[in-house]
């Protein structure tokens, strides 16, 4: 088992542009969540899947897309992506019966 | 106050040490309380649960003070594999469990 894989593993964009974070897991959870960590902040959900077809805003939504494309894969768009954007992001998937929650390695991305 | 408050170290110990952390929460409504440990430059992971009766896990003993709002964590015997961050995870009533609130991590180095 992979566990929750994201690609890509750094990205450097300028003020404007879009992209797409991927997310795939392969354990079969229900639960996926996208978080984004900043120094002194903690880690701060920017919105998460309960299951499949569902989606939900978290923290801090704004700037932020997302799309549950099947139970294995939730991406994160961002349209405009602007200099506050710059962040680690991080996927996480959590099977129902628990509360853990298991993460990927991460995207790094700066936004100059 | 924020929800969650960590101090943030780093906490600089000898191999062989005794350290312990705490961990404040703002909501006493709260119900389910964790520590997460995260490497640098990875992603966080369950170290464990934190029961309301107390939690050990061979060298990490967990406890919640609902009382006085906080959870500690325990490391005895530190080895050098122990520095990381450690994370206070603390999960609310409302939000079906998707919903974690982390604190900003304490910082762990443990030396020779």
């Known amino acids: 088992n992979a566990g929750v894989t994201q690609t890509p593993k750094f990205q450097v964009l300028k003020t404007g542009q879009s992209m797409t974070l991927q997310c795939a897991q392969d354990m079969n959870h229900n639960s996926m969540y996208w978080y984004r960590q900043d120094p002194g902040m903690g880690l701060r959900l920017i919105y998460y899947s309960a299951s499949e077809g569902t989606t939900d805003k978290g923290e801090v939504p704004n700037g932020y897309n997302v799309s549950r494309l099947n139970k294995r894969e939730f991406s994160l768009r961002l349209e405009s992506a602007a200099p506050s954007q710059t962040s680690v992001y991080f996927c996480?998937?959590?099977?129902?019966?628990?509360?853990?929650?298991?993460f990927g390695p991460g995207t790094r991305l700066t936004v100059t | 106050r924020k929800e969650v408050e960590q101090d943030p170290g780093p906490f600089n110990v000898p191999e062989g040490a005794t350290v312990a952390f705490n961990c404040t929460y703002s909501?006493?409504?709260?119900?389910?309380f964790f520590w997460y440990r995260q490497d640098c430059r990875k992603e966080p992971k369950l170290l464990m649960s934190v029961y309301s009766s107390g939690n050990e896990d061979g060298r990490f003993t967990a406890q919640l003070n609902r009382a006085s709002q906080y959870i500690s964590l325990l490391i005895r015997d530190s080895k050098l594999s122990d520095s990381a961050t450690y994370l206070c995870v603390v999960i609310g009533l409302t939000g079906g469990g998707n919903k974690l609130t982390f604190g900003t991590g304490t910082q762990l180095k443990v030396e020779l």
């Open positions: 909501n006493s409504a709260s119900q389910s």
């Open positions: 996480a998937s959590r099977p129902g019966q628990t509360y853990e929650q298991y």
